[in-house]
Nanobody
């Protein structure tokens, strides 16, 4: 089993920044592509971004492109989501997810069902 633990959420004013972390254990982190998703109340869970196992490729939802940046440190078994210029509509629970690289397809996976492991989520609230 793989364990994923998100942290770094909180309350921030519009225009501010937050950096989320997702610490991974239980599997070889560098053999997993990673994704970030979010879910606002009464809304479907939606794709935010993804990063290849090597960190050499990233993909973003149009709604966050240019504001959010995903990175990873394979030596620390951690993936990050840097969120800048936050908007009230970014308010949601944010989840990280892991997809084994042995599965067919590239790292640009945008459905939560594409991932095998999930964290418990961290709340991000952006006030106007």
């Amino acid at each position: 089993q793989m364990q994923l633990v998100e942290s770094g959420g909180g309350l921030v004013q519009a225009g501010g920044s937050l950096r989320l972390s997702c610490a991974v254990s239980g599997r070889t982190f560098s053999t997993y592509n990673m994704g970030w998703f979010r879910q606002a109340p009464e809304r479907e869970r939606e794709f935010v971004g993804a990063i290849k196992w090597s960190g050499s490729s990233t993909h973003y939802a149009d709604s966050v492109k240019g504001r959010f940046t995903i990175s990873r440190d394979n030596a620390k078994n951690t993936v990050y989501l840097q969120m800048n210029s936050l908007k009230p509509e970014d308010t949601a629970v944010y989840y990280c997810a892991a997809r084994w690289i042995g599965r067919a397809g590239d790292s640009d996976r945008r459905l939560w069902s594409d991932y095998e492991y999930w964290g418990q989520g961290t709340q991000v609230t952006v006030s106007s």
